[in-house]
């Protein structure tokens, strides 16, 4: 008799943890496209000033050379500019990018919309920004921008 209401117990937490992680999901609707386009624009609002010039949001599997242009140029001129590239997230969307001022400063960016790898509910980025010198850029593949050297942690 101990044992099946022991076993009962463990059966009625279960489907209980069950039932709620069911719920849970079910209830949890992932934001649309537009919704996380415009929460990606919004954070990367955050980083510039104005007359900051957009150098483009490149999807995946998209031609950078316009955007690289546009970088390498605004860089030459020292004029602000802005540019997001999209990576390959694994649980969640990813851009690395790059912000320059009207002073020459450069800021490499991480933008994931769900670094902890949880259900994402919410159309949101979470940024990361380091100072960074000498930008590289490759036009092809994974990590379409980065920094020979990151100035600060």
């Known amino acids: ?3 099946r ?4 117990l463990v059966a009625l937490l279960l489907v209980g ?10 209830s949890g609707k ?6 996380m386009r415009d929460a990606l624009e919004r954070e990367l609002d955050t980083f510039v000033t104005p007359g900051t010039i957009m150098c ?6 998209v031609s950078r050379a316009e955007a690289i242009n546009c970088i390498e140029s605004s ?3 020292k004029s602000p500019f802005v540019a997001a590239f999209q990576e390959q997230g694994v649980d969640s969307d990813v851009w690395s990018g790059l912000v320059g001022d009207g002073d020459g400063r450069l800021r490499w960016l991480t933008l994931d919309s769900s670094p902890f790898g949880e259900p994402q509910v ?4 979470f940024a990361t920004s380091r100072a960074c010198s000498s930008p590289r850029f490759a036009p092809i593949g994974p990590g379409a921008v980065s920094c020979e050297r990151y100035d600060d942690p």
């Open 56 to 61: 483009g949001l490149v999807h995946k599997g």
């Open 17 to 26: 943890v069950l039932g709620a992680l069911a719920l849970m999901f079910a």
């Open 1 to 3: 008799m101990y044992y």
């Open 5 to 8: 209401a022991n076993f009962g």
């Open 122 to 125: 919410r159309a949101q980025y």
């Open 75 to 77: 860089i030459s001129q």
């Open 30 to 35: 992932r934001p649309s496209e537009s919704e």
